[in-house]
């Protein structure tokens, strides 16, 4: 998997251009219709049920073949804006390369764009989505950034004709027009299985505070909301700070550490994505904090204070999935299929929850690093 490391390192060019064929390495299978689940893969919360390479390798699936559907056409034009640039996105990104590829060996080209701001903003997402409308895009996807905001717009472009999904880790609003969602359908679960591994780890007692991200973002939201929920079930726990960092790690550093200022006593941070357990455990550090760290994704240094036991705990999301499964349906809704025999109105990617011991194998698998 060091492919993955290289990968990584340049993708981030794909983020504000035409993405034209590329050559991944990767190869693949259909889970555009299988159910996945929301929970670790070793079945609970337990610390020492993951670590051994074989079991951690399904966390990111990069075994994907396309499925048995033959398109209408020989050539696919999309778009796609997600909240901010980030390496999050690099990932799903490496998982739509891959299917464009193997696309490309059956006689069809695939290009789309790949777009978005550099900080997270609903307005900034409305004005790309307004021009991308004017466009004859085959479909257009969306990473939802608000969706009090978007979701309403998504409800206009489907009823001018335009073919809208959304995917990633942020669904529209319940009840949005929009055909199909790719990407993480349980992220309140997440949010409480974190705070739960947290909560265990602290015996359930202490004070804690919550990085959530982007304000209205949905996965953020509703990790928070998760954890909230958690902590409210225990009468020795008490949040003592929720902030919003906007999926920035400088902001999530200088937050932490006004947190830790005013809360000298900290037991816990909860972070809701992928930037914020990066800042967090950069304050704590440098605070020369014992707090315990909880919180999201695959980032390379995270990874490093996880294997350093400065986070505790990271939910893994498989962004390779997200973009492989995002290409297959985006082609089944351009073809005028609805969710049913094809793909469904939900397809739900893992999460997997990793400890200190499974550090060392993750950043191998991923980044050819230990």
């Known amino acids: 998997m060091r492919k993955y490391l290289k990968k990584m390192c340049i993708a981030s060019f794909t983020l504000m251009a035409t993405v034209f064929l590329s050559a991944c390495a990767f190869t693949a299978s259909d889970d555009s219709a299988?159910?996945?689940?929301?929970?670790?893969?070793?079945?609970?919360?337990?610390?020492?049920?993951?670590?051994?390479?074989?079991?951690?390798?399904s966390a990111v699936d990069f075994e994907h073949e396309l499925d048995q559907y033959k398109p209408k056409k020989d050539h696919y034009n999309f778009y796609f804006t997600y909240k901010t640039i980030h390496p999050w996105w690099d990932a799903v990104a490496l998982g739509m390369e891959d299917a464009q590829r193997q696309y490309l060996e059956r006689g069809i080209t695939i290009t789309y764009e790949y777009m978005a701001p550099q900080m997270a903003s609903a307005e900034d997402q409305k004005k790309r989505l307004l021009e991308a409308e004017k466009k004859n895009f085959d479909v257009i996807g969306v990473d939802v950034a608000?969706?009090?905001?978007?979701?309403?717009?998504?409800?206009?472009?489907?009823?001018?004709?335009?073919?809208?999904?959304?995917?990633?880790?942020?669904?529209?609003?319940?009840?949005?027009?929009?055909?199909?969602?790719?990407?993480?359908?349980?992220?309140?679960?997440d949010g409480k299985d974190l705070t739960e591994a947290l909560c265990k780890k602290l015996g359930y007692k202490g004070k804690v505070a919550i990085l959530v991200g982007s304000v209205g973002a949905p996965c953020h939201e509703e990790r928070a909301k998760g954890a909230k929920d958690t902590?409210?079930?225990?009468?020795?726990?008490?949040?003592?700070?929720?902030?919003?960092?906007?999926?920035?790690?400088d902001l999530a550093y200088d937050l932490t550490r006004q947190i830790l200022k005013n809360n000298p006593d900290l037991d816990g941070i909860i972070c809701c994505n992928m930037s914020n357990p990066v800042g967090a455990a950069r304050a704590v550090i440098e605070a020369g904090s014992n707090t315990v760290i909880v919180g999201m994704d695959h980032d390379q240094e995270a990874l490093h204070y996880l294997k350093e036991g400065i986070i505790y705990c990271l939910g893994v999301q498989d962004c390779y999935s997200i973009g492989f499964d995002t290409i297959q349906t985006a082609v089944k809704i351009a073809d005028g299929n609805k969710p049913g025999k094809w793909f469904k109105e939900k397809t739900d990617e893992r999460t997997t929850v990793i400890y200190q011991k499974d550090a060392a194998v993750m950043l191998e698998l991923l980044y050819g690093d230990n």
Do not use: W
Not at 157 to 185: H, L, P, Q, W
């Open 231 to 249: 902590i409210a079930g225990y009468p020795d726990m008490e949040i003592v700070a929720t902030e919003y960092d906007m999926d920035s790690v």
């Open 34 to 57: 299988d159910e996945k689940t929301a929970s670790t893969e070793s079945g609970d919360m337990n610390e020492g049920d993951t670590g051994s390479a074989e079991q951690l390798s």
């Open 146 to 189: 608000d969706d009090a905001i978007i979701s309403p717009l998504l409800d206009e472009m489907v009823e001018s004709g335009i073919k809208v999904m959304t995917f990633s880790s942020s669904d529209a609003a319940k009840g949005c027009k929009r055909i199909a969602y790719v990407g993480n359908t349980h992220n309140y679960e």
